[in-house]
């Protein structure tokens, strides 16, 4: 079985671990569900266990920052962007500190433990944080890349990953810059934008609509904050429309995002599909997406119905 992206991010924090002792991890009794249980066995000095006690999690590693380590604070993702929020926005993102918040089992990942273990609203609070940034890594390979390139730099961000592990995406030969979107292929009569789990979702859509003799595209906008817009408007200069498929609520999100850039640089008809603005029914992580239409079958054919209308 491939590595889950949580597993990644342990791999690579234990690699950069070994040659720089300022790289610290915390969790909120959370390192068996963070997959940083070998973290802590190999370099216990490096790591710190909070309990559950989301808030101090966050404070003690932005702390940590002031003293120049380098924090990596590993908690549920609808814990870590609700409980702890205000240490999020001051002792974080006012401080400027160097802390990546590590939001684990991201949106309905914890599906069968209903709407108090989801978090749909993560992009739109983390976002709305001067000076956080935002990403959601489809696979292993893209994660292990994004990984890398944050334990290189200084600055605040939130990065969400799934319990599960998602269907590859890419493979070891994968060019990743920084903050710029990965154009998976251009479809001249939709184009979809998706991010996180969606992005195997939105390929395997499109392989559906191209058999039916619909031209679509994928474009994997792991970079929420900060967005690339550029490759979103070459996309839209070449294509009828948009659809974006994101794991999160309506409001704020990946499709609010691209909505509000396209209206205000390049009008024309987006698509957005997310899930709904309600408690959601519980279920495994594919049994949510298949029944509000966020599967591969699903967004295929919303996008199919929305370019027949």
Not at 120 to 143: E, H, K, N, W
Not at 199 to 226: S, T
Request: hydrophobic share 40%.
């Amino acid at each position: 079985m491939a590595e889950t992206n949580r597993q990644v991010i342990c791999s690579v924090l234990m690699e950069k671990a070994k040659t720089d002792k300022d790289i610290v991890v915390l969790c909120s009794d959370s390192r068996g569900s963070a997959s940083l249980t070998p973290f802590a066995r190999e370099y216990p000095e490096q790591f710190v266990e909070m309990g559950i006690a989301e808030q101090n999690l966050v404070s003690v590693a932005a702390g940590m920052a002031s003293a120049g380590k380098k924090a990596f604070a590993a908690s549920p993702a609808s814990f870590l962007s609700t409980r702890s929020y205000e240490q999020c926005k001051v002792d974080v993102a006012y401080n400027d500190s160097n802390v990546k918040l590590i939001g684990i089992s991201g949106g309905v990942s914890y599906g069968a433990l209903g709407m108090t273990h989801h978090s749909c609203q993560d992009i739109a609070a983390m976002a709305s944080l001067p000076g956080m940034r935002v990403y959601l890594p489809s696979d292993r390979f893209l994660t292990r890349k994004l990984m890398e390139a944050l334990t290189d730099d200084g600055k605040p961000a939130y990065i969400r990953v799934s319990r599960q592990a998602t269907d590859d995406v890419y493979d070891e030969n994968l060019s990743f810059t920084m903050d710029k979107a990965q154009l998976i292929s251009l479809g001249h009569d939709v184009e979809i934008v998706a991010c996180g789990d969606m992005v195997p979702n939105a390929v395997g859509a499109a392989a559906i609509l191209r058999e039916q003799g619909i031209d679509a595209g994928v474009i994997d906008m792991y970079c929420l904050k900060p967005y690339d817009k550029e490759t979103l408007l070459q996309a839209a200069e070449q294509t009828k429309l948009i659809v974006t498929a994101e794991e999160h609520d309506p409001f704020g999100g990946l499709g609010a995002m691209t909505a509000q850039i396209l209206s205000a640089e390049h009008p024309m008809r987006v698509l957005e599909l997310a899930l709904p603005d309600e408690h959601l029914v519980a279920g495994t992580n594919k049994d949510i997406f298949r029944h509000y239409g966020l599967d591969a079958a699903g967004i295929a054919k919303r996008t199919a119905e929305a370019l027949a209308e």
